[in-house]
Antibody
Framework: EIQLVESGGGLVQPGGSLRLSCVASGFTFSSYSINWVRQAPGKGLEWISY????????FYADSVKGRFTISRDNAKNSVYLQMNSLRDDDTAVYYC???????????WGQGTLVTVSS | DIQMTQSPSTLSASVGDRVIITCRAS??????LAWYQQKPGKAPKVLIYTATNLDSGVPSRFSGSGSGTEFTLTISSLQPDDFATYYCQHYKSYPWTFGQGTKVEVK
């Protein structure tokens, strides 16, 4: 069974930093790219970042470019999202997600809540 | 960026109703479209991929159609478990974007 488990969320002040983790199991982690998708309270879904299976390619949404950095450690079956210069509008549930046959999100974690507030 | 627009934003329906949700892309995305169902407090679940393909385990009352810029998700006979929010998502080119969502509520 494929599992993705996020952690690292919490309350942080505007301008602060946080690092999210996503630990995967149930599949050959090093063969798959991973994404982060977020959802602000009561709002829709927003894709924010992608990392390739070997970690050499990353993409970001404009809303987080220059502030967030995605990385992975295939030896630990883990993907990370380093979030700096956090703003109020970064408040959201952050999900890690694995592609299906194509670039749609087939497998999702349970999400971790990030709250940016003073 | 490709913009995805869903309609309606909210849909009131009864069990047994045929429900149709529309998703429009701001430019052609061929058939690179997925549909998701999300219930409160839960992660989304993929229903349809590549516009018309039903994901494994998804009931056959769900179907998808369309290509280019116009797509539909149809629930042929709404069941109690189907009251949820539905999203479309394109995967033609980065950045992937979602529609704003359609909430299917009890009439």
């Amino acid at each position: 069974e494929i599992q993705l488990v996020e952690s690292g969320g919490g309350l942080v002040q505007p301008g602060g930093s946080l690092r999210l983790s996503c630990v995967a199991s149930g599949f050959t982690f090093s063969s798959y790219s991973i994404n982060w998708v977020r959802q602000a309270p009561g709002k829709g879904l927003e894709w924010i970042s992608y990392i390739s299976s070997d970690g050499n390619t990353a993409f970001y949404a404009d809303s987080v470019k220059g502030r967030f950095t995605i990385s992975r450690d295939n030896a630990k079956n883990s993907v990370y999202l380093q979030m700096n210069s956090l703003r109020d509008d970064d408040t959201a549930v952050y999900y890690c997600a694995k592609y299906g046959t194509y670039a749609y999100f087939h497998d999702w974690g349970q999400g971790t809540l990030v709250t940016v507030s003073s | 960026d490709i913009q995805m627009t869903q309609s309606p934003s909210t849909l009131s329906a009864s069990v047994g109703d045929r429900v149709i949700i529309t998703c429009r892309a701001s430019q052609s995305i061929s058939s690179w479209l997925a549909w998701y169902q999300q219930k409160p407090g839960k992660a989304p679940k993929v229903l349809i991929y590549t516009a018309t393909n039903l994901d494994s385990g998804v009931p056959s009352r769900f179907s998808g159609s369309g290509s280019g810029t116009e797509f539909t998700l149809t629930i042929s006979s709404l069941q109690p478990d189907d009251f949820a929010t539905y999203y479309c998502q394109h995967y033609k080119s980065y950045p992937w974007t979602f529609g704003q969502g359609t909430k299917v509520e009890v009439k």
